[in-house]
C-alpha cells in the first residue's frame, strides 16, 4: 500500500510511534510540509520509506515573499523531496487571500517545473467556485505533472484534469456512505491516473470517522477502491503502488 499524502510533521510523538510501527504495511508515504515552519520537521521525518513534499498550502500563501521563495527553492532540492506542494486554491477558509494564492500557485507550479517534480494540488470551497477556477487555471498552464489531492469528484476539475494528465488522488471521503456520486466519479476515471492517501491526521475513513488519521488507515479507502473497481484488494493495491511509483518516482 501506498499513502500519496500524509502530514506526518502534525503527530503527537505517541502518534509518531504508532506510525513507525506500522510503517512495514506501506510501500512509501509522502509527507508533506505546508508552510514554512514545517520544511524542516518535515525534511527530518522524511527516512526510510517516508518521503517529502514542500510547499505552501493556499491558506498560507499570505506568507509568500521572496524570502519565502526563496527558503522553499533551497529545501526543495533536497534528496527526498519528491514533489512540490500542496499549493491550490481555498475559498473555503481564506477567500479574501485569492489573489495571493494564485500568486504562490504560479511560483510553485514554475519551481515543478524547473525541479522536474510533480505539483499537488489542494482545492476547496463552498460554492465550487474555488473547483472551476483551478480547472481554468490547469487548462491554461498544463503542468508536466500533477496530482489532485483528496479529489472530490467536481465535474470542471474531473474534465480538466483528464486533458492534463492528472492523478486523481482518493482519501477517506470515498468511504463514506452518502459519498456514491464520488466512487462513480473513481469509475469513471482511467485506472492509470488513480492514487490513494490519508491526509494524517485528517480525513479518516470509515470505521475511524471522529478520529485522527493514520498513514495505515489507507488500506480501508484502498479496499473501498478496490470494491469500486470491481478488483480484488491485490490487484487495487499494485495497481494505485505502480501509479505512485511512475508520478513521484520512488523505487
Known amino acids: 500500500m501506498t499513502d500519496t499524502h500524509a502530514h506526518l510533521d502534525y503527530l503527537e510523538p505517541e502518534e509518531l510511534s504508532e506510525?513507525?510501527?506500522?510503517?512495514?504495511?506501506l510501500k512509501a508515504v509522502l509527507s508533506l510540509?505546508?508552510?514554512?515552519?514545517?520544511?524542516?520537521?518535515?525534511?527530518?521525518?522524511a527516512q526510510g520509506n517516508v518521503y517529502a513534499a514542500l510547499g505552501l498550502h493556499p491558506t498560507s500563501a499570505h506568507l509568500l515573499s521572496p524570502e519565502t521563495e526563496a527558503a522553499l527553492r533551497?529545501?526543495?532540492?533536497?534528496?527526498?523531496?519528491?514533489?512540490?506542494?500542496?499549493?491550490g486554491l481555498d475559498y473555503h477558509w481564506t477567500p479574501e487571500t485569492k489573489p495571493a494564492q494564485f500568486r504562490a500557485l504560479d511560483f510553485q507550479a514554475a519551481l515543478a517545473e524547473e525541479l522536474g517534480l510533480?505539483?499537488?494540488l489542494h482545492v476547496r470551497s463552498k460554492d465550487g467556485k474555488a473547483e472551476e477556477d483551478l480547472a481554468a487555471w490547469l487548462r491554461l498552464?498544463?503542468?508536466?505533472?500533477?496530482?489532485?489531492?483528496?479529489?472530490?469528484?467536481?465535474p470542471a476539475l474531473e474534465e480538466a484534469g483528464l486533458a492534463v494528465g492528472a492523478y486523481f488522488s482518493f482519501a477517506g471521503p470515498l468511504t463514506y456512505k452518502k459519498n456514491e456520486a464520488l466512487r462513480e466519479a473513481?469509475?469513471?476515471?482511467?485506472?492509470?491516473?488513480l492514487l490513494v492517501e490519508t491526509d494524517t491526521p485528517?480525513?479518516?475513513?470509515?470505521?475511524?470517522?471522529?478520529?485522527?488519521?493514520?498513514?495505515?488507515?489507507?488500506?480501508?479507502?484502498?479496499?473501498?477502491?478496490?470494491?469500486?473497481?470491481?478488483l480484488a484488494f491485490s490487484e487495487a493495491e499494485a495497481l494505485t503502488d505502480e501509479n505512485a511509483r511512475a508520478c513521484f518516482g520512488w523505487t
Not at 533551497?74 to 499549493?87: D, K
Not at 470509515?206 to 470491481?230: C, D, F, Q, S
Request: net charge positive; no cysteine.
Open 19 to 25: 506510525v513507525r510501527a506500522h510503517l512495514p504495511e
Open 33 to 45: 510540509g505546508v508552510d514554512p515552519s514545517r520544511w524542516e520537521r518535515t525534511l527530518e521525518l
Open 74 to 87: 533551497h529545501y526543495a532540492r533536497a534528496e527526498r523531496v519528491l514533489a512540490i506542494g500542496e499549493t
Open 118 to 120: 510533480p505539483l499537488i
Open 141 to 154: 498552464y498544463r503542468p508536466r505533472k500533477v496530482v489532485l489531492h483528496a479529489y472530490g469528484g467536481h
Open 186 to 193: 473513481a469509475r469513471r476515471l482511467p485506472r492509470k491516473r
Open 202 to 230: 485528517f480525513l479518516p475513513p470509515e470505521p475511524h470517522r471522529g478520529r485522527r488519521n493514520r498513514p495505515h488507515y489507507v488500506r480501508y479507502t484502498l479496499e473501498k477502491l478496490a470494491e469500486v473497481l470491481g
